[in-house]
């Protein structure tokens, strides 16, 4: 099982500022590596796939980038919705396995 | 608009049985594997079960093998999670959610539901 680490538990940022959240795999996963937003009670959304492709309708503010075991998801601006759980998910084998998440709250 | 919704979660006792279910629409559900995910309280995602466009290729992580059966009536568009022999680690939301692609495997997760909770307490 390939596994996935996401380092920082809680980032906390301000409104406006840059955040940058890491993710690190096991194995190397080439670039098959999605990010997720997650609010609780709504759905997760899909944010980034391909390590760096931003899925439809994902404001440019969010970037991704990285290959093989190290990965990060940039947000340029914080934004008050911004504010939620990211995960990271490798899907280069049968068996997707996500990090722990990385909880973005208001400094 | 894509949409997948679940339902069929509740209360039950360990080594209890339920199925979920999960609505599609708005696709050609029978173009994409679909999968499950849950998230246990306090904890994060973990990918539980997937299937491919035709059924006929299904996956599960080790914690539900032979425990839990994932199928889909693609003239209903219709998902489902056959869960036996529950525990109370089995505890969680359970998330549809469909995957960018026809085989149940190397593409990501694109559409999510909200989720439906199971709760497995004596």
């Known amino acids: 099982e390939i596994v996935m680490t996401q380092s920082q538990v809680t980032l906390s940022v301000s409104p406006g500022e840059r955040a940058t959240l890491s993710c690190r795999a096991s194995q190397s996963i080439s670039t098959n590596l999605a990010w997720y937003q997650y609010k609780p009670g709504q759905a997760p959304r899909l944010l980034i796939y391909g390590a760096s492709t931003r899925a439809t309708g994902i404001p440019a503010r969010f970037s991704g980038s990285g290959s093989g075991t190290e990965f990060t998801l940039t947000i340029s601006s914080l934004q008050s919705e911004d504010f939620a759980v990211y995960y990271c998910q490798q899907y280069n084998n049968w068996r997707p396995t996500f990090g722990g998440g990385t909880k973005v709250e208001i400094k | 608009e894509v949409q997948v919704l679940e339902s069929g979660g509740g209360l039950v006792q360990p080594g209890g049985s339920l199925r979920l279910s999960c609505a599609a629409s708005?696709?050609?559900?029978?173009?994409?594997?679909m999968s499950w995910v849950r998230q246990a309280p306090g904890k994060g995602l973990e990918w539980v079960s997937a299937?491919?466009?035709?059924?006929?290729?299904?996956y599960y992580a080790d914690s539900v093998k032979g425990r839990f059966t994932i199928s889909r009536d693609n003239s209903k568009n219709t998902l489902y999670l056959q869960m036996n022999s529950l525990r109370v680690e089995d505890t969680a939301v359970y998330f549809c959610?469909?995957?960018?692609?026809?085989?149940?495997?190397?593409?990501?997760?694109?559409?999510w539901g909200q989720g439906t909770l199971v709760t497995v307490s004596s």
């Open positions: 959610a469909r995957i960018w692609s026809f085989q149940p495997h190397h593409a990501p997760t694109d559409y």
């Open positions: 708005g696709f050609t559900f029978s173009s994409y594997a």
């Open positions: 299937i491919g466009g035709s059924g006929f290729n299904t």
